[in-house]
């Protein structure tokens, strides 16, 4: 599996088309040849989202060929599992994106990757976690888990996995199922999870 990814804020439209062509040049691999298009359909950064979905589109619409959306979050656990085995049948994964201050993108799957709770946005507190965890156990994973740990705190019930990153290669598997259940979007009408409103910084100033 090839794949290209980089670290860098607000380059995504820049590099995203350069790197689609670059690896389907590497590999010889004519683009008339592809049978689907998968893209992560959020929630996450609004401009990411935007143009990651308008270019998926864009390849999908012009060589007629089905648009696979799968959920940002649901992708980190399923990586999550792919590399990691947990043994407590108590503990759920709870990926968890940033989002503005307080507030994080948070989900809840079992370790069979069944959802538990649906992707939304979150003001953290330790009453808000205990309220969408109940009695079970939480493996933070995202880029939000620092948050968690100085919001919330050390708690036995509570692990946060610091160092996981999110990598496009998580998606393979999710989008394979997909594709043989033929479980598509309208590539006219789709539109990624924005999950809330969007804010420009002179609205928010």
Same mark, same amino acid.
């Given at each position: ?8 804020? =607000? ?12 690896? &389907?040049?590497?590999? /010889?691999?004519?683009?008339?040849? %592809?049978? *689907? ?19 998926? =589109? ?6 007629? +060929?089905? %648009? ?20 407590? /049948?108590?503990?759920?994964? *709870? ?12 989900? %809840?799957?079992?370790?069979? &990757? ?13 009453? *808000?976690?205990?309220? +969408? ?17 100085? +919001?919330?705190?050390?708690?036995? *019930?509570? =692990?946060?996995?610091?160092?996981? =990153? ?18 598509? /979007?309208?590539?006219?009408?789709? /539109? ?14």
């Amino acid at each position: 599996m090839n794949f290209i990814e980089i670290e860098r804020g =607000k380059s995504h439209a820049s590099h995203l088309n350069n790197f689609i062509y670059k690896i &389907l040049e590497e590999q /010889e691999f004519p683009i008339e040849n %592809l049978d *689907a298009i998968a893209v992560s359909s959020g929630p996450g950064s609004y401009t990411g989202l935007r143009i990651g979905s308008s270019t998926s =589109k864009g390849i999908a619409y012009a060589l007629n +060929i089905p %648009l696979i959306a799968i959920n940002t979050l649901k992708i980190m656990a399923s990586g999550f599992l792919q590399r990691n085995a947990t043994s407590n /049948e108590k503990s759920l994964l *709870a990926p968890v994106l940033d989002a503005r201050r307080n507030e994080v993108f948070i989900a %809840l799957y079992d370790n069979n &990757l069944k959802s538990i709770l649906a992707p939304q946005p979150l003001i953290l507190s330790t009453e *808000a976690i205990k309220e +969408i965890s109940g009695n079970n156990d939480l493996i933070f994973l995202g880029n939000a888990s620092k948050k968690c740990s100085d +919001i919330l705190g050390a708690n036995e *019930a509570y =692990k946060y996995i610091l160092d996981f =990153k999110i990598s496009s290669t998580y998606m393979a598997l999710l989008a394979e199922e997909k594709f043989n259940n033929k479980t598509f /979007e309208n590539t006219s009408y789709f /539109e990624p999870n924005y999950a809330k409103a969007f804010f420009s910084h002179s609205a928010s100033s």
